[in-house]
């Protein structure tokens, strides 16, 4: 089906190893963006990205990577995980006609644990 | 940066009754989404809401926007346990000027719970 996903759903891990997030969406869309969810915090905007090759940072950058090499992919690496980066990671993705007319599709997310 | 307060944080309500969200704006309100999640799950668009006044319907959930007030509700009819969950809302920080104008900022959300 055409749509977001991402992968893994769960992950755990430990604190110091190197950890990717992977998304993939099939509409061919141009924005891909990444949240974390926390609670007390809601959702914030790590990355952005405009279209291939272009990103952006958003609200909570530090400790993330982002590549966008081709326009269906967003990764989200994590390069020394910290237990503060244990969170919900959601992907989301919309056209270029601007936010007052495109909307942000989510994906499921992914739970991570940094222990 | 933009800020947006949701109330209540939690509700509880009897299955068949009406409740209202909402969501305010600490600064102007270009556009404002709604979505719905349930635990454990990814965030389901439910509406989005222009400048200018709008106001949109689907099923029995009706979203507001209230420039003024720099205000959105979100009022469901009729509650059904399947509407139970968490709402967010979330705002665009100003009119289309770019890139920058995607990035969504978001509310900490309502906690819907629905009694049979």
């Known amino acids: 089906d055409a749509g977001i996903t991402q992968s893994p759903r769960y992950k755990i891990t430990e604190t110091g190893r190197q950890v990717t997030l992977m998304c993939h969406q099939t509409?061919?869309?141009?924005?891909m963006f990444w949240y974390r969810q926390d609670l007390g915090h809601g959702l914030r905007l790590i990355y952005y990205?405009?279209?291939?090759?272009?990103?952006d940072k958003g609200e909570v950058p530090d400790g993330y990577v982002v590549s966008r090499s081709k326009t269906e992919n967003f990764p989200l690496t994590l390069e020394s995980a910290t237990r503060s980066q244990t969170s919900v990671y959601f992907c989301?993705?919309?056209?270029?006609?601007?936010?007052?007319?495109?909307?942000?599709?989510f994906g499921p997310g992914t739970r991570l644990t940094v222990l | 940066s933009q800020e947006l307060e949701q109330s209540p944080q939690s509700l509880i309500v009897q299955e068949g009754k009406n409740l209202t969200i909402n969501c305010t704006s600490s600064?102007?309100?270009?556009?404002l989404y709604w979505y719905k999640q349930k635990y454990g799950e990814g965030l389901i668009f439910l509406m989005m809401l222009q400048k200018g006044g709008e106001e949109k319907s689907h099923e029995k959930i009706t979203a507001k926007l209230d420039e003024k007030k720099q205000q959105s509700s979100l009022h469901i009819t009729a509650s059904q346990p399947s509407h139970a969950g968490i709402y967010l809302c979330g705002a665009t920080p100003d009119a289309y000027s770019g890139a920058g104008s995607y990035q969504l900022t978001f509310g900490k959300g309502t906690k819907l719970s629905v009694i049979p």
């Open positions: 990205s405009a279209a291939a090759d272009i990103t």
């Open positions: 989301a993705s919309s056209g270029a006609g601007g936010p007052s007319t495109d909307t942000q599709y």
């Open positions: 600064k102007t309100l270009y556009g």
């Open positions: 509409w061919s869309h141009s924005y």
